[in-house]
C-alpha cells in the first residue's frame, strides 16, 4: 500500500538519481523502521479480535520493510522514506495530541477535596 502510494505522488523535487544515491544510506532506513517501532510500542490497547495494536503495527511495519527491501531505485527509495517519516510524524502528532486532550480531561474531571 505505501509502495503504491509513493508511485502515486508523480514528479518530485528531489535531485536527479546519481546525486540523490549519494545522499540514501542503510541507515535511514534503519532509522526510521525502529523509530516506527518505539512508537507503535505506546499503542496499548487491543483491535477488535482482542489482538494488541502495537503487535499489529510492528508486523505490518516490518511486512512493507521486507517489501521495499529489495528496492534499487534511489527516487523510489527516496520516497519511500519520506513519505513514511511524514506518516511517523502524523501518527505521532495525533497519538500526543489524543494523549494531552485526555489528560486535560483527567484534570478537569478529577475530584479534588
Not at 512508537?39 to 499489529?56: A, L, M, N, V
Request: hydrophobic residues 35%.
Amino acid at each position: 500500500r505505501l509502495l503504491a502510494f509513493v508511485l502515486t505522488l508523480g514528479p518530485t523535487s528531489l535531485p536527479p538519481a546519481p546525486a540523490l544515491m549519494s545522499r540514501i544510506s542503510p541507515r535511514e532506513a534503519i532509522h526510521l523502521y525502529r523509530e516506527i517501532l518505539r512508537t507503535s510500542k505506546k499503542f496499548h490497547w487491543c483491535d477488535k479480535e482482542g489482538r494488541p495494536w502495537s503487535r499489529i503495527l510492528m508486523e505490518n511495519t516490518r511486512k512493507e520493510f521486507e517489501q521495499a527491501r529489495e528496492e534499487r531505485d534511489p527516487l523510489i527509495i527516496a520516497k519511500l522514506l519520506a513519505v513514511g517519516r511524514q506518516c511517523l510524524l502524523d501518527t505521532q502528532y495525533k497519538f500526543d495530541m489524543a494523549e494531552m486532550k485526555i489528560r486535560k480531561r483527567i484534570d478537569e474531571t478529577r475530584d479534588r477535596r
